[in-house]
């Protein structure tokens, strides 16, 4: 009888574990990179241009389509950014504090930019 107490106890702790990790990562917000394939580089929540989130952590899909660009963003703590020469997708999981962050084209970084305020 101890052993079946201890097996269902491991199974509900083992359960209750794995429900806390699932909401933690639904409720993380989803941010949406996008660099190319033309000279276009966008950060978009829901489809809108990102210009001002609140602190926090955030997911960002990045879809680097040009291996003559990359996306790279910048702010308080964070430094991420794909390669030049490559493409495809990333994800980061970025805590994004209060200041301003922007996202660049590096080579072409005089006109592929954005910016967003983070309070």
């Known amino acids: 009888m101890n052993r079946i ?3 269902l106890l491991a199974s509900i702790a083992a359960l209750a574990a794995l429900v806390v990790a699932v909401a933690a990562q639904a409720a993380t917000p989803t941010l949406t990179g ?12 829901g489809g809108k241009k990102v210009t001002a989130l609140k ?5 960002i899909n990045v879809a680097d389509k040009s291996p003559m660009h990359d996306f790279h963003l910048t702010g308080p703590g964070v430094n991420k950014t794909t390669s030049v020469p ?6 980061w999981t970025v805590k994004l ?6 996202y660049v084209c590096d080579p072409h970084a005089s006109f592929m930019k954005g910016s967003f305020k983070v309070s």
């Open 86 to 91: 490559g493409t495809g997708n990333s994800s």
């Open 5 to 7: 107490r201890i097996v």
């Open 97 to 102: 504090a209060k200041g301003t962050y922007t």
């Open 55 to 59: 602190a926090g952590t955030y997911t």
């Open 34 to 45: 996008t660099v190319g394939p033309g000279f276009t580089i966008t950060l978009t929540q």
